[in-house]
């Protein structure tokens, strides 16, 4: 049996997870006393020797846990690995980024050489659909598939958010099968994960709904101004992600990596830029411009108090997907 464990991946949730499952198990079984968990940015390879020679305290196993990588030779590795109390476990766990531009570290596949390594991807939307329907079996609920399809997009693939707000709409919906318009009064009452909602209801055409869930924002308590910045920032995003896509590069990922923004952005503008002409987006970038010149040379007035303007402007700017 393994001395040496190794825990990587870039899905954080399910990493997390199973860390906490071992560990919480482990203690149950050896006591707190025979666990110890370190940082890596603080460990030398003489501190992390000594602290694996310790035989446990009155228990069969003793288990360490290491959040990172240590700095480490590969020769240091393999003297680690030779030198574990036969009692000991030594667990790293390594969180990996999602951004394709940052390299794991180098030494981990080293790491990965001399562990036993299970590792964590990302879900794909097949799967994390699977896991949703896990989650509410767990809690004795249900969710209509358009309730599914809304929470996905307002909330995006984050899975302790997921559960945190399957949790909440259980208890609201009291036994009732969870609907849309459960999600939409319970879920995020103000956030990111509504713009992704907005912006994927104009992608997919869907401008009357998208007109209604601006003015229900609105009345949830989301200035005008708010909707009006986060329209201008989703706009100049989309015109990035068109014109990769005319390009030729058609994968989240790909796009990402040629405009540098982060991959759920392009994946959640990807509908808008296949499904608007060209003309059409200059259209809307047009509008847009114009009426974010005309606020700020005051031709247009808005406050707090009195947002009639700004609430036009939002409605004409939203109104302009339709023309695409």
Not at 9 to 17: H, K, P, T, V, W
């Amino acid at each position: 049996m393994s001395s040496l464990y190794l825990f990587s991946g870039q899905n954080s949730f399910a990493l997390s997870e199973e860390v906490r499952r071992w560990t919480d198990h482990f203690i149950t079984k050896y006591g707190s006393e025979n666990f110890l968990k370190l940082e890596a940015a603080d460990l030398t390879l003489g501190k992390l020797l000594d602290e694996v020679a310790v035989a446990p305290f009155i228990a069969e196993k003793r288990l360490v846990v290491v959040a990172g990588v240590p700095k480490l030779s590969k020769s240091d590795l393999q003297m680690l690995a030779g030198q574990i109390h036969l009692n000991v476990l030594l667990l790293f766990v390594v969180e990996l980024s999602t951004d394709r531009r940052r390299k794991p570290p180098a030494i981990l596949k080293d790491l990965a050489g001399v562990a036993e390594h299970r590792m964590f991807p990302l879900l794909t939307h097949a799967q994390l659909q699977g896991w949703l329907q896990e989650q509410l079996k767990e809690l004795g609920a249900s969710m209509t598939q358009e309730a599914e399809r809304l929470l996905l997009e307002i909330i995006g693939e984050d899975q302790a958010m997921l559960l945190q707000e399957l949790r909440k709409l259980s208890i609201y919906a009291s036994g009732s099968e969870i609907a849309p318009q459960h999600v939409l009064a319970l879920v995020v009452s103000m956030g990111e994960g509504d713009d992704w909602h907005f912006m994927d209801l104009l992608g997919e055409g869907r401008v009357e709904e998208a007109l209604t869930f601006a003015h229900q924002l609105l009345k949830r308590g989301v200035t005008s101004a708010e909707l009006w910045n986060r329209l201008l920032w989703r706009v100049s995003q989309l015109v990035l992600v068109s014109g990769a896509v005319a390009e030729g590069v058609t994968q989240p990922n790909a796009i990402a990596a040629a405009v540098g923004m982060n991959p759920y952005v392009a994946r959640s503008l990807l509908a808008s830029a296949r499904r608007l002409k060209p003309d059409a987006l200059v259209s809307i970038v047009d509008r847009v411009v114009e009426m974010d010149v005309s606020l700020k040379t005051g031709a247009f007035k808005s406050t707090v108090e009195a947002p009639e303007e700004m609430n036009a402007i939002v409605d004409r700017c939203i109104l302009a997907f339709r023309e695409g």
